[in-house]
């Protein structure tokens, strides 16, 4: 079982940056696809965006797209978000996800695709 740990949450002013890693405890983390989620108060946990185990291919939601960059270091056993020109609807709890991946360049999108999730990360964006 992964366990991951999430990080760099905050509050921001809107047009500003901040950068999210989700940090893995299991030496086998290469083995791993991951997906970024947030949930915003009253709403569905929605996707944002993904990397494959080898970080080879990502995959963003369409209101992330431009803005938000996945990057993974297995070496470090951990994946960033780096989230630029921050919105206020940007505002939610940020989940890691992961899920054991026999291909190298396969990401998910779904909920229920995977298996482990960390404890979340609150990003707020002020206007």
């Known amino acids: 079982q992964v366990q991951t740990v999430e990080s760099g949450g905050g509050l921001v002013q809107a047009g500003g940056s901040l950068r999210l890693s989700c940090a893995a405890s299991?030496?086998?983390?290469?083995?791993?696809?991951v997906g970024w989620f947030r949930q915003a108060p009253g709403k569905e946990r929605e996707f944002v965006g993904a990397?494959?185990?080898?970080?080879?291919?990502?995959y963003y939601a369409a209101s992330v797209k431009g803005r938000f960059i996945i990057s993974r270091d297995n070496a470090k056993n951990t994946v960033y978000l780096q989230m630029n020109s921050l919105k206020p609807e940007d505002t939610a709890v940020y989940y890691c996800?992961?899920?054991?991946?026999?291909?190298?360049?396969?990401?998910?999108?779904?909920?229920?695709?995977?298996?482990?999730w960390g404890q979340g990360t609150q990003v707020t964006v002020s206007s």
């Open positions: 996800a992961t899920r054991y991946s026999e291909y190298t360049l396969h990401y998910f999108t779904g909920v229920k695709d995977y298996d482990y």
């Open positions: 299991d030496r086998t983390f290469s083995s791993y696809a």
């Open positions: 990397v494959s185990r080898s970080g080879g291919t990502t």
